[in-house]
């Protein structure tokens, strides 16, 4: 199909952009990845509870100088290992500053990476064409998006992922040739291994063993070479999990977290024992929401996975879906990992779309006019939303000439994108790009701040810090939301204990604790009648995602 450009004799900026972009696309993106992932990082609070643990963990590591041992509030935290936290620690100590851009820098800088890494094992494995595709696919993704201007560990477990399919491939296919290809895999592994565990070997070793029995013929062979690196695997993975076992506090250190995921049957009480436990089929409604909006030529993709190439990523998107399903705790970014197979599949499909039979063809055709038709309607009736009544949303709280913006690019995103999706080329597609980018950062930057901040985390640490001056808070039993421990200027002592609590109110003239209504009971009947609620439940904001409310208690001496 011939290349739809932008029509006229005399070439546009745009046009010029585009060919620009399309003869260099890895500085493209990369240039694409900065502008979506870093404006605005530090304008949304610390809200959810992993983003908030990983901040605490990585302050009081900045405290104690210990980088070994990860301790949240005092006490160890060691169900997850210690690698996002040391991105956070480089980060705070870099910078000299412990808030939500520097938490969250470190993490966007590989989403950053997440997005060459996929445009480059791509380009390596289909050409240049798949390759720039899957960088773009994976950039316009909206739960990519929502992940890597985030703290979070399954952003940083997809880099290790990639990393490590994208080098097997690589020594898979140059064998003895490239022994670094095969080193850095099993350095990838061990990566992964460091940022959540094992669960990297579910994503890893399905689409390992569908690039091996894409090519049977060379199995033995490679499968001696690539013998060698186990040991160093071991020799990158092991010493931090050795450190712990050798010290008490971290025996049986992971047991706990991996059983509650997989989810046990109690047999007291008849029930399945594990966090987020839901059912069997929870995934399957949520792929939709994982691979928006590209999950509309979910037909294409399956089309494209017919390649031999195509079947490590079929079983890297198939198995672990399968797997983690069987796992009684769900949550729907653990399948984010996910996101970069689906892209690099999707873009090999739409490179060979010309190849395809006529009804894949004519099915990608419709799917892209019905999608551009509601990019477009999406954009003009955005602005509208804000005089909807009865209605309570942060974008009906902003201007409208910043609704109006959104309005126009989502508009030319879906006009260039039908122009240009089907030609098969680059440069028709890169206006919808930028125009994405466009609306993905004004959105990001205009309106993400907008969040209502009656239950954030800071609201809660402003009313107590407007009670609590330069008092010692205490989190008795750990009853209060992460987020809001991240956001106190002051170490918290966490898991404080009846003779703890007493020594507080014995010593200290003014300190305070945070407590949940509920256990107020609990406090031993000499701390009881010591103490007054200065703020209580009412009074105190609820925290985002936490249903539970505190009240703050004086301990006078």
Known sequence: MPDAGPPGRVRSLVSRFAAMAAARPGFALAAATALLLVPGLGTVEVAKREEARIGQVAREMAWSGDLLLPRLQGEPRLTKPPVPYWLAWLSFQATGRATPFTLRLPFALCGALLVLATYRFSREVHGPLAGALAGFFLLSMAF???????????????????????????????????????????????????????????????????????????????????????????????????????????????????????????????????????????????????????????????????????????????????????????????????????????????????EAPAWVRKLARWTSWVVAAAVVAAGLALPFLRFVPFRKNALLDASLPGLVFVALALAATGWFYVRGLLAGRLVPLFPAVAAAILCLVVFRVWFEPLEDDRESASALARAVHSISGDGPILAYH??????????????????????????????????????????????????????????????VPRVTSDERQVVLLELPE
């Open 144 to 354: 990519y998006f929502k992940m890597e201007r985030r703290a979070t560990i399954d952003g940083l477990l997809a880099l290790a992922v990639v990393l490590a399919v994208w080098t097997f491939h690589r020594g898979w296919a140059r064998g003895r040739r490239d022994p670094l290809s095969r080193a850095a895999f099993f350095a990838a592994l061990a990566l992964g291994i460091l940022v959540k565990g094992p669960v990297v070997l579910v994503f890893v070793l399905p689409a390992a063993i569908a690039c091996v029995l894409a090519a049977p013929s060379r199995a033995p062979a490679a499968v001696a070479d690539l013998a060698w690196g186990i040991p160093l695997f071991f020799a990158l993975a092991l010493p931090w999990y050795a450190y712990l076992a050798a010290e008490a506090e971290g025996s049986g250190v992971f047991e706990a977290e991996i059983l509650t995921r997989i989810g046990l049957q109690d047999p007291e009480e008849g029930r399945i024992v594990g966090t987020h436990s839901e059912p069997f089929w929870h995934y399957l409604p949520r792929l939709p929401e994982l691979l928006a909006p590209w999950i509309v030529f979910l037909p294409l993709a399956v089309w494209a996975a017919k390649d031999r190439r195509a079947w490590s990523y079929l079983a890297w998107i198939a198995v672990p879906v399968l797997v983690l399903s069987c796992f009684a705790g769900k949550k729907t970014y653990y399948l984010f990992p996910l996101v970069p197979a689906y892209a690099s599949l999707l873009a090999l499909g739409i490179a060979r779309l010309a």
């Open 478 to 539: 750990y009853h209060v939301q992460p987020a809001t421990l991240f956001y106190l200027p002051r170490p918290v002592e966490n898991v404080v204990t009846h003779d703890r609590l007493r020594s507080y109110v014995g010593c200290s003239p003014r300190a305070y604790c945070l407590i949940d209504p509920g256990r107020i009971q609990e406090l031993p009947p000499d701390v009881r009648s010591s103490c007054r609620v200065v703020l209580d439940a009412s009074a």
